[in-house]
Each structure stands twice: as C-alpha cells, then as structure tokens.
C-alpha cells in the first residue's frame, strides 16, 4: 500500500525557514515526486517537483530562489526546503506521487498525481 505522510508545517514569521519532509513507500514506481500547495477555496498549485533518480528539479516560478526539493533515496523520504517565506506561501502542502510514467508538461499538474498525503499546514505571518 502507498504511503507518503508529510511532516515539518508549522507558523513562521515573514523571512523564515522550514523544511518539510515526506517519508514515502510502496510507490508502483520511482520516477517523480511532487509538492503541492492549496489555500482554501482555491486551486492545488505545484510547487517543486524532482526524478527521484538524477535529481533534476523543477519549479513554480512564485518559489525558485527560495524553494529546494531533494530525496533521500537511501531512506525513502522527499524534502522541501523553504527559506525567505512570506505570507503568501501560506497554504496546506502536500507531497505526491503517479502511478505511471509522467511527462514534463505534468510535472507540476496536480491532475497527473495519484497518491497524497495528508498534508502539513504552513502559515507565514508578516
């Protein structure tokens, strides 16, 4: 059974940092994993996402600079770093994970994801 349970949400004040982290297992494949962020009443948003493999990321314009995503490969856990947050990234941020081979126009498409988590709140004050 896929598992992925988020973890490292918490309130901050503007400029700071956090890192969330999702230990995952019994993904069907080990391609690409992805965050996602939501603010209630609005859309799921795509933050970060990376091939487990070779590393290679890529991400929402609103968090480059500022947003690392990275893998333990050895441990099964997907990371978020963020730095110099701001009230605007407040949101509930999910890891996610397909259940097939995704293409680099899914990347960030919350509709090529199969399994989430729970999700981990993050709210930035100013």
């Known amino acids: 059974e896929v598992q992925l349970v988020e973890s490292g949400g918490g309130s901050v004040q503007a400029g700071g940092s956090l890192r969330l982290a999702c230990p995952f297992s019994?993904?069907?494949?080990?391609?690409?994993m992805a965050w996602f962020r939501q603010t209630p009443g609005k859309e799921r948003e795509g933050v970060a996402n990376?091939?487990?493999?070779?590393?290679?990321?890529t991400y929402d314009a609103s968090v480059k600079g500022r947003f690392w995503i990275s893998r333990d490969n050895a441990k099964n856990i997907l990371y978020l770093q963020m730095n110099s947050l701001q009230p605007e990234d407040t949101a509930m941020y999910y890891c996610?994970?397909?259940?097939?081979?995704?293409?680099?126009?899914?990347?960030?498409?919350?509709?090529?994801?199969?399994?989430w988590g729970q999700g981990t709140q993050v709210t930035v004050s100013s």
């Open positions: 996610a994970a397909p259940s097939r081979l995704i293409t680099a126009n899914q990347f960030l498409d919350p509709e090529a994801y199969d399994y």
């Open positions: 019994g993904l069907p494949s080990r391609t690409y």
């Open positions: 990376i091939h487990i493999i070779n590393g290679r990321a």
